[in-house]
T-cell receptor, first 113, second 113 residues
Framework: DQQVKQNSPSLSVQEGRISILNCDYT??????FLWYKKYPAEGPTFLIS?????DKNEDGRFTVFLNKSAKHLSLHIVPSQPGDSAVYFC????????????FGSGTQLTVLP | KAGVTQTPRYLIKTRGQQVTLSCSPI?????VSWYQQTPGQGLQFLFE???????NKGNFPGRFSGRQFSNSRSEMNVSTLELGDSALYLC????????????FGSGTRLTVV
């Protein structure tokens, strides 16, 4: 039972354009959503998070949008740079005394120069 | 500020053996989590420790165990290794505030032969 889904295994974008990575979830108990970037042979790097009480959070070139009614979130990267090429994971966490992250399967983003 | 340190980086073990992996979290972080990453199952939560207590455990067999010491350093142990245990094992530390994300180490690549 995949509670967090990233349906696009890969995405290619031209440098300078917008990259949009999508994520869907099924568990209504999730109250925080996070995006991570991962390079080969390294651990995931935290990018940005959003609380379920918000619908948008921005940090520099990265913006995350949350649509609770559709159980959908997206990460926008503007402008995209070749260094952004990596696997992007969406993750979710439910409220409780001990937090665990439930990850999606990841989307490989390739930014073409 | 030093990041999350995992040792060793690479490990080769034989089926039936046991293995211990180590994780030193960021100074001041009292929450340490472990994740397993495989090509087929993605990133899956193993367990989380806070102040030497296991607060949460994922859906893994009892062969997987862990502990946390008073200095927040953590170890995980896998007994009676199986070929399917070959994976990248990632440790993440957190100040116990999900909105700031978890900081992951580079992982230990375990190969079981």
């Amino acid at each position: 039972d995949q509670q967090v889904k990233q349906n696009s295994p890969s995405l290619s974008v031209q440098e300078g354009r917008i990259s949009i990575l999508n994520c869907d979830y099924t568990n209504s108990m999730f109250d925080y959503f996070l995006w991570y970037k991962k390079y080969p042979a390294e651990g995931p790097t935290f990018l940005i998070s959003i609380s379920s009480i918000k619908d948008k959070n921005e940090d520099g070139r990265f913006t995350v949008f949350l649509n609770k009614s559709a159980k959908h979130l997206s990460l926008h990267i503007v402008p995209s740079q070749p260094g952004d090429s990596a696997v992007y994971f969406c993750a979710a966490s439910a409220a409780g005394s001990a937090r665990q992250l439930t990850f999606g399967s990841g989307t490989q983003l390739t930014v073409l120069p | 500020k030093a990041g999350v340190t995992q040792t060793p980086r690479y490990l080769i073990k034989t089926r039936g053996q046991q293995v211990t992996l180590s994780c030193s979290p960021i100074s001041g972080h009292r929450s340490v989590s472990w994740y397993q990453q495989t090509p087929g199952q993605g990133l899956q939560f193993l367990f989380e420790y806070f102040s030497e207590t296991q607060r949460n455990k994922g859906n893994f067999p009892g062969r997987f165990s862990g502990r946390q010491f008073s200095n927040s350093r953590s170890e995980m142990n896998v007994s009676t290794l199986e070929l399917g245990d070959s994976a990248l094992y990632l440790c993440a530390s957190s100040p116990d505030r999900v909105e700031v994300g978890y900081t992951f180490g580079s992982g230990t690549r375990l190969t079981v032969v």
